[in-house]
C-alpha cells in the first residue's frame, strides 16, 4: 500500500536543480524548475546508463514541456511523466510529489 514520505524540506532543494531521496528502497530524483512553482520526481535510475544520475541532470524545455536531461547520455525524460523523448522503450517511473507547509513528501509505489 503506498504512503506519503517525508523527504526533505522545499528549501533543501536550490531553484534550478534536482535531489536525490531514498523512498523505501527507490531512488527518486526530486525536481525544482525555475519555470514553475510545482516539484517533480521521477526515477533516479537513468535507464541507457544504468547508473543513478538522473537528480544531477539539466532541466530543459521542449516544445513546451519540460524535461531532465540525463548528465550521461543526453537523453529527455519528460519531468511530469517520464516519457523518453528519444526513445519511449525507456521511459521512466513518475512520482507524485507534494509539499506542506515547508515539507517535501514522494508517494511510495509500494
Known amino acids: 500500500m503506498s504512503q506519503w514520505i517525508a ?3 522545499l528549501d533543501d532543494i536550490t531553484v534550478g536543480t534536482g535531489v536525490c531521496a531514498l523512498v523505501e528502497q527507490d531512488q527518486v530524483a526530486i525536481f525544482r524548475p525555475y519555470q514553475d512553482e510545482r516539484l517533480y520526481a521521477l526515477s533516479n535510475i537513468d535507464p541507457f546508463a544504468q547508473a543513478s544520475v538522473l537528480s544531477r541532470g539539466l532541466i530543459a524545455e521542449h516544445d513546451n514541456e519540460l524535461y531532465i536531461v ?9 519531468l511530469t511523466d517520464g516519457y523518453c523523448l528519444e526513445d519511449e522503450n525507456y521511459s521512466i517511473t513518475h512520482y507524485e ?13 509500494h
Open 70 to 78: 540525463s548528465p550521461l547520455k543526453k537523453q529527455h525524460f519528460r
Open 97 to 109: 510529489v507534494k509539499v506542506e507547509g515547508n515539507t517535501v513528501s514522494v508517494r511510495s509505489r
Open 7 to 9: 523527504v526533505c524540506q
